[in-house]
């Protein structure tokens, strides 16, 4: 029951750091107090996740799965987002997008772009579920280890 958690929480931060980038973006214009917030609350879903899993499992391996899973079902979350808020919701700049424009005659033609170009292939799900498979892996596994050593050596409170 516990790894479907971690995929909903995954799928939940997924959608919420999509529109979270841009409001930082927004706020911030970029720069290195935007890159570290950008990706510091990647540590958010990740930090619960690996050690309830160690905690749970005194496993690092599996913290570090459970890590791996969440980053995973995130990043495949941002990316399905995007293309819900550009087919749903809208965007000023891609309104030929919309479904409302789905009898215009480019209008798969325009998706077949926008999938391969930027949800799915290039800059998208494929190119970013590497970074969150390693990613989420390592970040799992370091979190649960430590949480195991510090158990191990008498320094955690919860027994």
Not at 46 to 57: C, F, G, K, N, Y
Not at 70 to 90: D, E, F, K, P, R
Not at 134 to 158: D, E, N, T
Request: hydrophobic letters at 50%; aromatic letters at 18%.
């Amino acid at each position: 029951m516990r790894w479907w958690i971690y995929l909903l929480i995954g799928i939940l931060f997924g959608a919420f750091d999509f529109y979270y980038h841009r409001l930082v973006f927004d706020l911030l214009g970029g720069g290195l107090l935007w890159f570290v917030l950008s990706l510091g609350i990647w540590l958010a879903p990740i930090l619960p996740v690996a050690l309830l899993e160690a905690r749970t499992s005194r496993s690092a391996l599996r913290s570090a799965l459970a890590g791996l899973l969440t980053w995973c079902a995130s990043i495949v979350s941002y990316y399905l987002t995007n293309a819900v808020q550009l087919l749903l919701i809208g965007y000023p700049g891609r309104p030929e997008l919309h479904i409302t424009r789905r009898g215009d005659p480019y209008f798969w033609e325009n998706w077949k772009i926008v999938l391969q170009g930027e949800i799915i292939i290039e800059g998208g799900i494929f190119e970013w579920i590497w970074v969150a498979a390693a990613g989420g892996f390592a970040f799992g596994w370091a979190i649960g280890a430590v949480y195991l050593y510090g158990r191990k050596q008498g320094r955690h409170p919860h027994r």
